[in-house]
C-alpha cells in the first residue's frame, strides 16, 4: 500500500474546468481574467518604485503570461 498516491486528478480537474461550453463559456472568461492580471501587473510595475515590489510584480506578470499562454493554447486545441 502507498501512502501518497500519485494521481493526474489536478492536471485532470483543469481540463475539465476548462473544456469548452458553448453556454458557459467558462474558457473564455478565463482567458480575459488572465489577460487582466497581466495588464494590472504591467500596470503596478510601471509605477512601483520599490525594489521588493518591482520584483513582485515582475513575478507576477510572468505567471500572469505563462497562464494566459496555457490557455490560449487551450482554446486552440478546441
Do not use: V
Amino acid at each position: 500500500m502507498r501512502l501518497f498516491e500519485r494521481r493526474d486528478a489536478a492536471e485532470e480537474d483543469i481540463y475539465k474546468r476548462l473544456s469548452y461550453d458553448p453556454c458557459a463559456d467558462t474558457l473564455l472568461d478565463e482567458i480575459a481574467q488572465a489577460r487582466q492580471d497581466l495588464e494590472d501587473a504591467y500596470m503596478n510595475f510601471q509605477n512601483a518604485s520599490d525594489p521588493d515590489l518591482i520584483d513582485s510584480y515582475i513575478y507576477s506578470g510572468n505567471a500572469a503570461w505563462m497562464r494566459y499562454r496555457f490557455l490560449l493554447r487551450q482554446a486552440k486545441i478546441i
